[in-house]
């Protein structure tokens, strides 16, 4: 694909979710493949979803472009404004309480862009919305929980890392979370 494509956003609905899992699905199967093992990709599916916060709390976000006269969804992500740092609904030790804009970040959750479409800007432009959104929401700063392929978005985006943490998958495989955080 070529990087001249106009990207636009929306906010996501309950209508979008099974298209969101695809996307999901697509993201998670090809994009992570360069960083991770088979094995460690289903353990990385237990921490990665769709969480119904996002949508109900109006923070996440479709990302189109038009090919062919149609539109089609090629991203999605968002930000929030819950203490819960990762995951989709399934995801354990959420806390869905309401962040602090002024003590506590943000957060960036659950970007993922289809691999057709990766190295296109979709990433940079969550990203940026983001930040914007929660800008606008009174936040200082803010965090997110990175995977091993979105580390390098995320470190040129200006997040640096906090902390790793290892967690064990139901099937024994490692699942790297990385900690990051911006001032914003």
Not at 48 to 69: A, H, N, P, S, W
Not at 71 to 87: E, H, P
Not at 99 to 112: G, L
Not at 126 to 141: D, P, Q, V, Y
């Amino acid at each position: 694909m070529g990087k001249n494509i106009q990207l636009t956003h929306r906010t996501a609905t309950q209508e979008d979710v099974p298209a969101l899992i695809a996307l999901m699905q697509a993201s998670i199967e090809v994009n992570m493949k360069p960083f991770l093992s088979e094995s460690e990709i289903e353990a990385a599916k237990e921490t990665m979803g769709v969480d119904k916060t996002l949508l109900q709390d109006k923070t996440y976000f479709v990302i189109e472009t038009r090919v062919d006269g149609q539109t089609v969804i090629i991203g999605c992500g968002g930000w929030g404004k819950r203490r819960t740092l990762y995951g989709g609904d399934h995801t354990k030790g959420r806390d869905d309480s309401l962040s602090d804009p002024i003590t506590e970040p943000a957060r960036i959750r659950a970007m993922y862009t289809h691999p057709d479409w990766t190295r296109c800007g979709v990433g940079a432009y969550l990203i940026n919305l983001g930040e914007s959104e929660a800008r606008k929401a009174g936040f200082k700063s803010i965090e997110l929980g990175s995977t091993l392929a979105g580390e390098p978005l995320y470190l040129k985006c200006g997040f640096e890392e906090v902390s790793r943490e290892v967690q064990i998958g139901e099937n024994g495989s490692d699942n790297t979370i990385i900690k990051m955080r911006k001032s914003l």
